[in-house]
């Protein structure tokens, strides 16, 4: 891969954009397991080397982890060579069933959690391990302190954390002894709250994953219509207003990865290109204001 292609977390090297595995699990996700595999075989083929998933992307209760499972199902069935391959997983939450999300941020859990999704995914240690969503439950520097004592097991080879506000990156970073690699926060045309994150991540370097940067599973299709300066531009640059997104997002910072979710294989191919997307600094100062 070309440099201008790749970023990094930690000290590794991955594709300036990744591939969000969430909308082949949930509620929604594809009826042929095939199409979600041929998805992930599709974003490999495209040059992605970053995989993001959650033990909890699954239905209910009856198929905990089957997100990870699916991948580590695609990345064993894969012809070419995927050693380079970052997977990320996260732990924290549960989901009981009716689309119902719940918390459990307690060190039992989160370690217990990160036993399990090791056995799915079939590997000694995982790649980047994050803390999901903070458990007003549990102490933050408690959740904290479980992915620190992964992280000195050698459980997990990086520690990131998800759905963080600037305090508790700060935090976080100092329990894990300077050692967190990435946050992981909602970042889209329709979501912005979260520049404040996306800027401390810059100023740290500390790699920012926005997740659902297309407005998320039931709006990505639809956010042309309903951001016209991101629809104007795009038509001008003869690209999708999905594809100018991301664009923008990796424009705004060398810290970006974003993680866009896909259950086709068109639209990671399409979301991938973004890297080949050059904007100008005017450009992006228009996309920033509006």
């Keep these: 891969m070309a440099t201008n292609t790749t970023r990094r977390i930690g000290e590794v090297q991955v594709s300036a954009i990744g591939l969000g595995g969430m909308p082949m699990s949930i509620e929604g996700r594809p009826d042929d397991e095939n199409r979600s595999i041929a998805t992930i075989h599709a974003a490999l083929d495209a040059g992605i080397t970053l995989i993001d998933t ?30 380079g391959v970052l997977v990320a997983t996260k732990g924290g939450h549960l989901r009981p069933g009716g689309g119902a999300w719940t918390l459990d941020g307690s060190p039992e859990h989160l370690k217990q959690a990160a036993e399990d999704s090791l056995k799915r995914l079939g590997v000694e240690a995982i790649g980047l391990y994050q803390f999901h969503r903070p458990d007003p439950k549990t102490p933050y520097e408690d959740s904290v302190g479980a992915i620190r004592d992964l992280l000195d097991a050698g459980k997990i080879q990086m520690a990131g954390i998800s759905n963080a506000n600037p305090e508790q990156i700060r935090q976080a970073n100092e329990i894990l002894g300077g050692r967190l690699v990435s946050v992981q926060n909602q970042f889209s045309p329709a979501f912005r709250s979260s520049e404040p994150e996306l800027e401390l991540c810059d100023e740290l370097g500390i790699a920012f994953l926005p997740w659902s940067p297309l407005g998320g599973i039931s709006n990505a299709g639809e956010l042309g219509s309903k951001h016209p300066t991101f629809h104007s531009l795009a038509a001008e640059l003869g690209v999708s207003p ?35 997307l050059t904007l100008t600094p005017d450009q992006v100062a228009t996309l920033n204001a509006s």
């Design 242 to 276: 999905q594809k100018l997104t991301l664009a923008w997002m990796l424009a705004k910072s060398p810290v970006v990865i974003p993680i866009p979710g896909s259950s086709r294989p068109e639209t990671i191919r399409d979301s991938y290109s973004a890297v080949d």
């Design 54 to 83: 959650a033990d909890a992307y699954h239905l209910d209760s009856s198929d905990i982890g089957h997100n990870e499972t699916l991948i580590a199902k695609a990345l064993s069935s894969y012809g070419g060579d995927t050693s």
